[in-house]
């Protein structure tokens, strides 16, 4: 390019500095071209390690209710996934008082704002509170899994359970619920989320519904070996045993 430019002032009548002038121009536009090559693949080499994203769609139990958010098993989540190497971007959604109805109502948004690779899906606990049908509750339960399938979200359930002195039959009826929709939409399920600190000294706050900073480290550890095995891939997911086996 920069002997074309030459040839164009008339060979030997241009003045040095011109050439000089010419030459310097023509390395510095090369240069131009050669970072702009190394930007674009650079782009592309941030693109293709995209990190993915995990939703986590809950109540007031992923919520931290009643914690700094800092203490909440999600959050020790996304430091446990960064501690192993695990490109996972979390987004907790969980807000306080949901049920299972306002999470279909909220799930195409936020499939289509975020469309994460995972849905941790930890409903239910306020439609029991509230002493709504175990039907209506599966029904629901399962429109969400489903939603989430079609955005291409593989889906983990984490299961509740009532007191007691909500009733033996409505207990036993709500608690079904889970394996029901585990074994209909053939997804992983943690029977009972609140099990390892449900009945532990001080692992619960004064209203006996909503753990402690204490037990946070307990519900994270709880869900950790079904949910890395989710992550990693290293088995089919499509399976009501992968937790409960």
Request: aromatic content about 6%; proline content about 6%.
């Amino acid at each position: 390019m920069a002997a074309v430019f030459f040839r164009s002032f008339g060979g030997d009548s241009v003045p040095r500095w011109l050439l000089f002038v010419a030459l310097v121009t023509s390395l510095y536009a090369g240069s131009l071209r050669a970072d702009g090559q190394v930007d674009t693949q650079a782009e592309g080499d941030t693109a293709s390690e995209k990190q993915k994203t995990l939703l986590v769609l809950g109540d007031s139990i992923s919520a931290a209710y009643g914690l700094d958010e800092r203490e909440g098993w999600v959050q020790l989540l996304r430091k446990r996934l960064a501690e192993n190497g695990l490109r996972v971007q979390v987004v907790n959604a969980s807000v306080s008082g949901e049920t299972s109805s306002g999470g279909v109502a909220r799930l195409p948004r936020l499939l289509s704002e975020h469309s994460p690779s995972w849905l941790v899906l930890e409903l239910g606990g306020n439609d029991g509170l509230r002493g709504y049908p175990p039907r209506a509750l599966q029904q629901n339960l399962q429109r969400m899994v489903k939603l989430a399938r079609a955005g291409g979200a593989e889906v983990l359930l984490l299961g509740m359970q009532m007191p007691p002195n909500y009733g033996k039959a409505y207990t036993k009826a709500f608690a079904a619920v889970y394996p029901k929709v585990a074994a209909a939409e053939q997804v992983p399920l943690i029977p009972f989320f609140l099990e390892p600190v449900a009945l532990e000294e001080g692992a619960m706050q004064t209203d006996g519904i909503h753990p402690t900073a204490k037990a946070q480290p307990a519900l994270l550890e709880h869900v950790w070996p079904c949910l890395e095995t989710i992550l990693k891939g290293n088995e089919n997911t499509r399976s009501d045993s992968l937790c409960t086996s």
